[in-house]
T-cell receptor, first 113, second 113 residues
Framework: EPEVTQTPSHQVTQMGQEVILRCVPISNHLYFYWYRQILGQKVEFLVSFYNNEISEKSEIFDDQFSVERPDGSNFTLKIRSTKLEDSAMYFC???????????FGQGTRLTVV | GIQVEQSPPDLILQEGANSTLRCNFSDSVNNLQWFHQNPWGQLINLFYIPSGTKQNGRLSATTVATERYSLLYISSSQTTDSGVYFCAVEGKIANFGNEKLTFGTGTRLTIIP
């Protein structure tokens, strides 16, 4: 069964460093998303991406964040200068069309020290 | 934005018991999904159910869109059912790009052997 895959599964980084989280969405999907979940809290929307551009972003998604689809298969989230409060589980998701079922990757646990 | 409330927040049951988890939402929806977050943090798709009733083994779900709620039923609980159950909805708003999922705060289910 096709699945969304994320790498790495766990990343530890020092405050102020840049990190790139990687995702391979399901191959025929057109809509891509990043969400995050701070430990013990609910899952929050960060950004949606369609047709090679951001279609919506939340207040969390400030200038320190960027997304890219560098080729036909990868979808990346970059955090330029990490802060302690960026520590969270980051989920990538994809869906085939508007309002269709969304599928989530297994997550990347980011720890900023 | 759309509000999603889940109840109860915590539920502790003996193995073999049945349970009902509830999700209330504040506006019309295009999409509603139920997820199980396992102890490793992965979000597992349970149901894509914007309306109607579906069953999958010991689990079933019903969404009454006109009354803005959804129910997840778990029968004959097993210890592997433990974890957090999230409801997530996509609000029915006409403008392009509003396709994100808004998650509830979850129900933490603990099944005791």
């Amino acid at each position: 069964e096709p699945e969304v895959t994320q790498t790495p599964s766990h990343q530890v980084t020092q405050m102020g460093q840049e990190v790139i989280l990687r995702c391979v969405p399901i191959s025929n999907h057109l809509y891509f998303y990043w969400y995050r979940q701070i430990l013990g809290q609910k899952v929050e929307f960060l950004v949606s991406f369609y047709n090679n551009e951001i279609s919506e972003k939340s207040e969390i998604f400030d200038d320190q964040f960027s997304v890219e689809r560098p080729d036909g298969s990868n979808f990346t989230l970059k955090i330029r200068s990490t802060k302690l409060e960026d520590s969270a589980m980051y989920f990538c998701a994809s869906r085939a069309g508007r309002s269709t079922e969304a599928f989530f990757g297994q997550g990347t646990r980011l720890t900023v020290v | 934005g759309i509000q999603v409330e889940q109840s109860p927040p915590d539920l502790i049951l003996q193995e073999g018991a049945n349970s009902t988890l509830r999700c209330n939402f504040s506006d019309s929806v295009n999409n509603l999904q139920w997820f199980h977050q396992n102890p490793w943090g992965q979000l597992i798709n349970l149901f894509y159910i914007p309306s109607g009733t579906k069953q999958n083994g010991r689990l079933s779900a019903t969404t009454v869109a006109t009354e803005r709620y959804s129910l997840l039923y778990i029968s004959s609980s097993q210890t592997t059912d433990s974890g957090v159950y999230f409801c997530a909805v996509e609000g029915k708003i006409a403008n392009f790009g509003n396709e994100k999922l808004t998650f509830g705060t979850g129900t933490r289910l603990t099944i005791i052997p």
